[in-house]
C-alpha cells in the first residue's frame, strides 16, 4: 500500500491516549530539567552538596512540568516518577560514559549519593526521589487546573 491509497489514508496509524498511563511528552518536557542538572553537575566545577541540591531541583521543576503538560486522562504523579527514573537511567548512562573517557564519575549526582551513602540509605532516598517526582506530577496537574 501506499501513502495515496485512500484506504490507508483513512486508516489510523495509532491507537487513542486515553488508555495510556504514561504520557510521553509530558515526560521528555519534564526531562529537559533533568538533562539541564545532569550538564550543570558534570560541567561545572561545583561541590558535591551543590550538584546534588541542583539536581533536586531539576527533579522537581521535572515533575511540575510534566505533571502540568500532562494529558487529562493520564496520572500526573506517574509522569513525575517516570522523569525521576529516566533522569537517573541519563544519569547512569553518562557515568558509565564518564568511566570509559575522561573525568570524574563522582561528578553524576547519582554516583556521588551511591558512593557517600550506604546501601539502605542509598535506597530510602532513591525512594523518596521517586515520591518526590509523583508529588511535583501531582502538583503540576493541580496548577493547570
Known amino acids: 500500500m501506499s501513502d495515496e491509497d485512500p484506504a490507508y489514508a483513512r486508516k489510523r496509524r495509532s ?51 510534566a505533571g502540568y503538560f500532562t494529558r487529562p486522562t493520564a496520572s500526573g504523579a506517574l509522569q513525575g516518577a517516570a522523569v525521576v527514573c529516566c533522569t537517573a537511567g541519563l544519569m547512569v548512562a553518562v557515568a558509565v560514559s564518564l568511566a570509559f573517557g575522561t573525568g570524574s564519575v563522582s561528578r553524576v549526582a547519582l554516583v556521588l549519593a551511591y558512593e557517600t551513602l550506604s546501601p539502605p540509605s542509598f535506597a530510602a532516598v532513591g525512594t523518596l526521589a521517586v515520591c518526590l517526582g509523583a508529588l511535583s506530577g501531582a502538583l503540576g496537574v493541580r496548577l493547570r487546573r
Open 15 to 65: 491507537r487513542g491516549g486515553a488508555d495510556r498511563a504514561i504520557d510521553g511528552g509530558a515526560v521528555a518536557a519534564g526531562l529537559c530539567f533533568g538533562v539541564l542538572a545532569i550538564f550543570v553537575s558534570i560541567v561545572g566545577p561545583l561541590s558535591g552538596a551543590v550538584r546534588l541540591t541542583i539536581t533536586t531541583v531539576g527533579l522537581f521543576c521535572g515533575g511540575l512540568t
